[in-house]
């Protein structure tokens, strides 16, 4: 029995480390712990203390199965036997003081977490936040930046170490926005608007996901964030400005027709109210579709 329980033993206790380790740079599949945005540093933390606190419960258990059994197995002579046993305060005390100390330690931190963490709460920083309208289509994502009267599909650029408000709708189906090493998800819903604040703390290329199932084309809703330098970004939208196609009715209504994979597309803005009118759902903004959602009164959650 020593041949595979010192091994397995061995595992468990490096399991943390190993995961801890992990948290370098271990591909797309552990985004949430490669966090480069301080919201999504702040929520990593959140992740290892959780899981920290339940494995004082859970290795201490595990391991103890494995010693119980091999102690008091049937080939031990040494082992005590003691059939008239029912009863040990020590053991009451342990068994529910830890518990209890870890379930109020996580209460504790989700509560507090909950506040300092909500999509809502704008970040503290010397900088303005800058300003994204973001629409959730079938099937691709619409970014509109109203101070730079410009809009992209499925590439979202935005400046390093600059915090950036996102107000959120939908012209199709429920969907849900989320940039694993940025932060937080929240839903686009349509006929309502929600609010995420995000940043990200350097340069770099960041993939962001619907992770709601919303149809066909699910599975190629998603989009790249680029974090550049403030004067990157500042000739990128000037790129935008000069170069971009119009987006105006015609192209809008071409645009909201469900497609699959959408390359990335660049556009200035003709439509200043464009992000308010899908949020109402106002009907002289384009012929209404049979995949459009029903009409309802725009409400702000």
Same mark, same amino acid.
């Given at each position: 029995m020593?041949?595979?329980?010192? @091994? ?12 801890w ?16 945005? !301080?919201?999504?540093? /702040?929520?990593?933390t ?10 004082l419960?859970? =290795? ?15 080939s031990?002579p ?12 020590l053991?009451?005390? =342990? ?7 870890? =379930?109020a ?7 507090? $977490?909950?506040? !300092? #963490?909500?999509? &809502? ?10 300003e994204v ?11 509109? &930046? ?6 992209t %599909?499925?590439? #979202? ?8 408000h ?6 199709? %189906?429920? $969907?849900?926005?989320?940039?694993? /090493? #940025?932060?937080? /998800?929240? &839903? ?5 608007? !929600? ?9 770099g *290329? ?7 199932f919303?149809g ?8 790249e964030? =680029?974090a550049? $330098? ?11 400005e000069?170069?971009?196609? *119009? ?11 469900? $497609? ?7 556009y ?10 899908i949020l109402?759902?106002?009907? +002289? #903004?384009? +012929?209404? +579709?049979?995949?459009?959602?029903? @009409? ?6």
């Amino acid at each position: 029995m020593k041949k595979w329980i010192i @091994p397995w033993t061995g595992a468990l206790l490096l399991c943390p480390s190993w995961l801890w380790a992990c948290t370098g740079n271990c591909g797309d599949q552990w985004a949430v712990l490669t966090p480069r945005g !301080t919201i999504a540093g /702040q929520e990593k933390t959140l992740i290892l203390t959780a899981l920290g606190l339940m494995l004082l419960v859970v =290795v201490p258990v595990i391991l103890m199965t494995f010693m119980f059994a091999w102690k008091y197995r049937a080939s031990n002579p040494r082992a005590d036997y003691d059939p008239d046993w029912d009863h040990s305060t020590l053991i009451e005390w =342990v068994v529910w003081t830890i518990p209890t100390l870890i =379930v109020a330690v996580l209460g504790y931190l989700v509560w507090t $977490s909950s506040h !300092t #963490l909500s999509p &809502y709460r704008p970040i503290a920083s010397s900088q303005p936040p800058l300003e994204v309208q973001v629409v959730a289509m079938d099937w691709k994502w619409l970014f509109i &930046y109203p101070e730079w009267h410009i809009a992209t %599909v499925n590439r #979202l650029v935005i400046p390093a170490g600059v915090p950036v408000h996102f107000s959120l709708t939908s012209n199709a %189906v429920m $969907s849900s926005f989320f940039i694993p /090493q #940025l932060g937080g /998800q929240i &839903y686009a819903m349509a006929g309502m608007k !929600t609010h995420l604040h995000l940043i990200a703390d350097r340069p770099g *290329v960041f993939q962001g996901y619907n992770t709601q199932f919303s149809g066909q084309g699910f599975s190629g809703m998603t989009f790249e964030t =680029v974090a550049t $330098s403030g004067e990157a970004f500042r000739q990128w939208v000037h790129q935008v400005e000069t170069g971009g196609q *119009v987006l105006d009715r015609a192209t809008f209504a071409t645009l909201e027709k469900p $497609s699959i994979n959408e390359a990335p597309r660049l556009y200035s803005l003709a439509l200043p109210d464009l992000f308010d009118s899908i949020l109402s759902n106002d009907t +002289t #903004l384009r +012929t209404m +579709t049979s995949h459009s959602p029903v @009409p309802m009164t725009a409400i702000e959650d």
